[in-house]
Each structure stands twice: as C-alpha cells, then as structure tokens.
C-alpha cells in the first residue's frame, strides 16, 4: 500500500506525462493535485488563476497507474477541450466496472452520502400511496417499498431517480401541483421501480442502465406516448 509520502510524487508523475502527452509545446502550468475524499467516486479539474487544480476520488487511491494516467488524460481533455483518447476512456470505465471497486464504491456512498429525505406526502401527491399502486398493478405487489420522498427543489433537470446507496426514490417537487396530471407522477415512480427492479449491470466497459427487459417492461405503462410528449415541454 503507498503511504502519503510516495502517493504525492506518484500523482505528480502521472499529471506531468499527461500533460505533456496532450499539450506537448505549452507552457507546463503549476498545478495541484490530490486524492479528495469524496461521497462517490468523482473526479475534478479547474482552472483558477493559471494554476490547474485536480481532484481525484480517494477510492482510486489504489488504481494502478495506468488508470490514474487515464483519469488524469480525461480531465486535462476536458479542461482545454481536447479529444479523449478511447483507450483511456475504456481502461477507466473497465476498472470502474470492476466488483470490488463498485462494492467500494458502494459502502462509502452508504457511509459518506447524506440522504436529505423529505416527505412523500406532497401538496398534492402522496408518493407511498402511488407506489403502493403501481406495485399491485405492475409487479404483483412484490417490490420492497424503498424510501420515497419528493425533491427539496422543483429540478427540471433531474425529474426522478433512484438511489441504490441509500434504498431511496426522489421524484422532483416540479410534479407536485394541482394541474400535473397523475399519470405523469405514475410514470415517474413507475420509472424509478423499473431501476429498483432491474439494477444497473456492467458489460466489460459499458454500463447498461436500461437493459432490455427494462424497456420492454416500460412500454407496459398505458400512458407512456402522452408522458413523453408532455416532458418534452417541460
């Protein structure tokens, strides 16, 4: 295991090969980077005053260092706009995609992540009782109720998801209202428990977020084509 000492010289090496590899004749700019105890496993990259400051997730502490060189390559793309090599794309979602990253990955969402639950009763719409719904009519009433609770914000952005760190379903306090019909707020919850059913799966270097049987089960929704249409105004 590298203790700090060897871990700061490690990183060094590995932004200045990458640097050099994207941006060959620029300036070498001063920089920092670290390892940063994030919730998940983020990676971040800024440009403040001409001095380059990095982030790296400390749960890839112990990535080799091919993959810290690739994380390295994808965020100095990203800050001057550069291409991305696939090959460094591919090695880091590979690694990610490894099981005892994502069990990692996993536990620390659990013991990091604050889970801001509000309520399911909205102003309008009680979220537990169309879960409850939506299980009889859908899956037999065998889905486990996770928590559910509205957003704190109206999100436009996010209109629902589901978290498998925290057991939780967050639908955006947007649909909360007198005029949003409840076959909208259904299709959402509905959404949510298609994820709660079908988990998200790693296939080499992809990640498969609406498997097959997740679609097929989706179109089973009636309202399905008015949902869509109205989302796109939104």
Not at 201 to 212: A, I
Request: proline residues 5%; aromatic residues 10%; hydrophobic residues 35%.
């Amino acid at each position: 295991m590298l203790n700090s000492k060897q871990v700061i010289p490690k990183l060094k090496e590995v932004f200045s090969q990458a640097y050099r590899e994207l941006r060959p004749r620029a300036p070498f700019p001063e920089f920092r980077i670290e390892f940063f105890p994030f919730s998940n496993i983020n990676n971040t990259i800024r440009l403040r005053q001409g001095k380059v400051l990095v982030r790296i997730s400390d749960l890839l502490s112990g990535a080799p260092r091919d993959v810290l060189h690739s994380i390295v390559h994808i965020l100095l793309a990203k800050l001057y706009r550069g291409e991305i090599e696939t090959r460094y794309a591919t090695r880091y979602r590979r690694y990610l995609g490894r099981k005892d990253v994502s069990r990692k990955a996993h536990l620390v969402r659990q013991e990091r992540g604050r889970k801001v639950l509000l309520t399911a009763q909205g102003r309008h719409y009680n979220l537990e009782e169309v879960f409850e719904e939506l299980n009889r009519r859908f899956f037999h009433g065998l889905l486990a109720r996770p928590l559910i609770t509205w957003s704190r914000h109206s999100s436009r952005q996010s209109l629902g998801h589901y978290d498998p760190a925290h057991n939780t379903i967050v639908i955006s306090r947007v649909f909360d209202r007198s005029d949003m019909p409840r076959y909208a707020v259904e299709y959402l919850v509905y959404h949510e428990m298609l994820h709660l059913k079908h988990p998200v799966k790693v296939n080499g270097s992809r990640r498969c977020v609406h498997p097959k049987a997740f679609q097929e089960e989706e179109k089973l929704f009636p309202e399905l084509e008015k949902v869509k249409a109205m989302l796109k105004y939104l």
